[in-house]
């Protein structure tokens, strides 16, 4: 069984351009989460969906930033335009369908964005 | 407010020895989980464990094992005899009752050295 995937692995960018990050949850996983770790901290919830409904997006950081799941599968999460600041690894991870809260997550690979 | 501490930013070892890997929580639930991810150089966060709050029982997977303490709010990773594929950065996260998403600790860097 395929696992969460992501594309792309890097992106290097310029201030003020707009990245598109993917991320294909395992097939059967109604739950898909984005987080994001910032050089040198911690990694941090951004948002959750439960299959294209947004269940939670309390850790996006401002309005740049906008996820999407349209009809239930993969995810996009777009920043635009993109900072300084915005450089790090997003990791993207699913869930089983189902309200078990503690219900394992299967995490990708992640991409890795410079913003320049 | 919940929160996960891994006080070991890098630990280097010499390949056979044993290694523990320390976290401590904090939480005001009742439940909750706590979880060990491993994030080798490739990237990826390879899953390694789930605990509930109410299951105290340590578990032992092979080379690795888990310390689950309630009364010290710790959950300690020991890998035995390492070995060079062990190195990678390990997290520590808590998942409340209330709460779909992850706490993350900020990781620590094991070095296995041949």
């Known amino acids: 069984e395929a696992g969460v995937t992501q594309f792309p692995s890097h992106s290097v960018i310029e201030k003020g351009q707009t990245v598109t990050l993917r991320c294909d949850p395992i097939s059967g996983h109604d739950n898909l989460y984005w987080y994001r770790r910032v050089m040198g901290k911690e990694i941090k919830f951004l948002l959750h969906?439960?299959?294209?409904?947004?269940?939670?997006e309390s850790g996006m950081p401002n309005n740049r930033f906008l996820a999407e799941r349209t009809g239930g599968t993969y995810s996009t999460l777009k920043v635009q335009p993109a900072e300084l600041e915005d450089s790090g690894v997003y990791f993207c991870?699913?869930?089983?369908?189902?309200?078990?809260?503690?219900?394992?997550?299967?995490f990708g690979p992640g991409t890795r964005l410079l913003v320049l | 407010a919940q929160k996960v501490t891994q006080a070991q930013t890098e630990i280097s070892v010499v390949e056979k020895e044993d290694v523990t890997l320390d976290c401590v929580y904090e939480t005001r639930d009742t439940t909750y989980y706590l979880f060990w991810y491993k994030q080798p150089p490739s990237g990826e966060l390879v899953f390694l464990i789930r605990?509930?709050?109410?299951?105290?029982q340590n578990e032992i997977s092979g080379r690795y094992s888990w310390n689950f303490q309630k009364s010290t709010s710790s959950f300690n990773f020991t890998i035995t005899a390492s070995q060079v594929v062990d190195s990678a950065v390990y997290f520590c996260a808590l998942k409340g009752n209330y709460g779909q998403n992850f706490v993350f600790g900020p990781g620590t860097r094991l070095s296995v050295l041949p």
């Open positions: 605990r509930n709050s109410f299951d105290e």
């Open positions: 969906f439960v299959k294209e409904s947004k269940q939670d």
């Open positions: 991870a699913s869930s089983q369908e189902g309200p078990r809260v503690e219900e394992t997550q299967y």
